[in-house]
Structure formats: C-alpha cells, structure tokens
C-alpha cells in the first residue's frame, strides 16, 4: 500500500517551459488535491476534485491546469512555467471532505529558471 | 484575506518544556479544526484534531484546546523531545459541500537537547 505517490521528485525547468506532475493514489480516495508550499506562505490549495473527471480551482490556480480522467491520478500541468511558481507541490488525497484527513504525497520540488 | 492566523512563526524550546502554539480563525461556520506535522523533506501529516462540540482533546503528549468564543484553538506538546522538531499547521473547514481545508502559514519548532 503505498498511499499517495508523486512523480518526479525534482525538476528544474527553464521559463516558458512546460511540464506535468503526476499524483496517484491507492487508497481509493475520491477527493484530490494539489498545493503548494513556499516559505512562510504556509500550503495554499491550486486545484482540487472532488471525483473522477471534476475539478474545481482553489486558492492560487493561476497558471496551472489539472486533469482527473481516473480515478486514482491528479495531474497539475504548467503550461508556461514562471519563476513565480518556483515551489515545492504537494498532493493529498482524503476519502470524504468533511471531518476527513488528507493524506499527503512526499512533494515535488520544482525549480523554474 | 487570511482565513487562520498561525503564531508563532517559529519556536524554540528545550528538551522537556511545552511547546505551544495558536490559531485564530475568522470565519464563525468552521467547524473541523485539525493539526498537521511535517518533518523536513516530508510531506503533512495528520497530527490531532478537534470539533468545536469540545474544548480539548488529548492525544498522549499533544492537546488541542478550543476556544470557540475567541475564535481560537492551540497545540499544546508536553514534554518536548527533540524528535517533536518539525513545521506545524493548523488548518480548518466547514461541514458542508465541498469545503476544503484552510491552512495556517505554520510553525517551525525546534527542540534543544
């Protein structure tokens, strides 16, 4: 059981790039979630799902794009990375939202240059 | 327009001491408050939490108190050990729809020897 994995680990892209994080879960969770982290910023939500195939925007989903064609997947997609979205990305995942626990992936840290 | 207000920013205490840390929160219609750890190069992980039907709950050496006229709730670790350094969040939702999580910016606590 190896809860929520997140891939790649590390990335370092270059502004205008493009790139995908993938998110998968086995714990048959229907609600997913990505974040980011920054110093002092604490985790801001980007884009949640509440389901196969919904997504709904959070707090800073500017410039991101997120996908959840299966069940068990949350991708976030950059299309034009900025320095600005130099962060470590998180994804969680929990059964229910209410009163429910998040479980969280072991982050992507995501240089952009 | 920050939702939980988290103090403070960071905390040092010695090995044995208490380590406490606060939150305020805003809006009246929350009503999930949990507490999350994350260690470095980890990701959060679900620590403690508390509905607002109770003032305190105790897990081994981490209590939450709940103020709920105050709009406040705090973490509370007897006891300190070194092993307890990590960033803390609080955070808070509603019970209601897809309400998500609100995260405080966090609390870095380091326990001396």
């Known amino acids: 059981n190896a809860g929520v994995t997140q891939t790649p680990k590390f990335r370092v892209l270059k502004t205008g790039q493009s790139m995908t994080l993938l998110c998968a879960q086995d714990m048959n969770h229907e609600y997913m979630y990505w974040y980011r982290q920054d110093p002092g910023m604490g985790l801001r939500l980007i884009h949640y799902s509440v389901g196969e195939g919904t997504t709904a925007k959070g707090e800073v989903p500017d410039g991101y794009n997120v996908s959840r064609l299966k069940k068990q997947n949350f991708l976030l997609g950059l299309e034009s990375a900025a320095p600005s979205q130099t962060s470590v990305y998180f994804c969680a995942s929990s059964y229910s939202v209410s009163y429910n626990e998040q479980f969280f992936g072991p982050g992507t840290r995501l240089t952009v240059l | 327009q920050q939702q939980v207000k988290q103090s403070p920013q960071s905390l040092i205490v010695q090995k044995g001491g208490i380590s406490i840390i ?58 300190s050990q070194p092993g307890d350094s990590a960033t803390y969040f609080c955070a808070a939702s509603l019970n209601s729809g897809y309400s998500t999580l609100t995260f405080g910016k966090g609390t870095m606590l380091l326990v001396s020897p």
């Open chain 2, 22 to 79: 606060n939150c305020a929160y805003e809006n009246t219609a929350f009503d999930y408050f949990p507490w999350y750890q994350q260690f470095p190069g980890k990701g959060p992980a679900l620590l403690i939490a508390i509905r607002p039907d109770v003032s305190e709950k105790k897990e081994g050496r981490f209590t939450i108190s709940f103020n709920k006229s105050a709009k406040q709730f705090s973490l509370h670790i007897m006891d």
